[in-house]
């Protein structure tokens, strides 16, 4: 069992920075491939980024823009937000699992999310 709690969401300017972590506790942190995804209001749950060991993955609209990381010391990954729009404007929720790194169904564990609100 992993559980996940996402942590620094909150409401910035367009253009603007904002940094979200995800803090696991459970067994074998390091194995899982690491996901963020987000969803709007009346939109899916969509894939973000993701980190699987030191590979990382995006998301062609996040491309360049947004960097994930993960310290598995800390038990921790984290989601460096750069440059957002409205349009980044979802809950964010961060996943753990080992079947897929785009795929939601891939994902076994999840966090309760966080909002992030990018103003124009």
């Known amino acids: 069992q992993v559980q996940l709690v996402e942590s620094g969401g909150g409401l910035v300017q367009a253009g603007g920075s904002l940094r979200l972590s995800c803090a696991a506790s459970?067994?074998?942190?390091?194995?899982?491939?690491l996901g963020w995804f987000r969803q709007a209001p009346g939109k899916e749950r969509e894939f973000v980024t993701a980190?699987?060991?030191?590979?990382?993955y995006y998301a062609e609209s996040v491309q360049g823009r947004f960097t994930i990381s993960r310290d598995n010391a800390e038990n921790t990954v984290y989601l460096q937000m750069a440059s957002l729009k409205p349009e980044d404007t979802a809950v964010y929720y961060c996943?753990?699992?080992?079947?897929?790194?785009?795929?939601?169904?891939?994902?076994?564990?999840w966090g309760q999310g966080t909002q992030v609100t990018v103003s124009s």
């Open positions: 980190i699987d060991g030191s590979t990382t």
């Open positions: 996943a753990a699992g080992d079947r897929d790194i785009v795929d939601i169904r891939g994902y076994d564990y």
């Open positions: 459970g067994r074998a942190f390091s194995r899982y491939t």
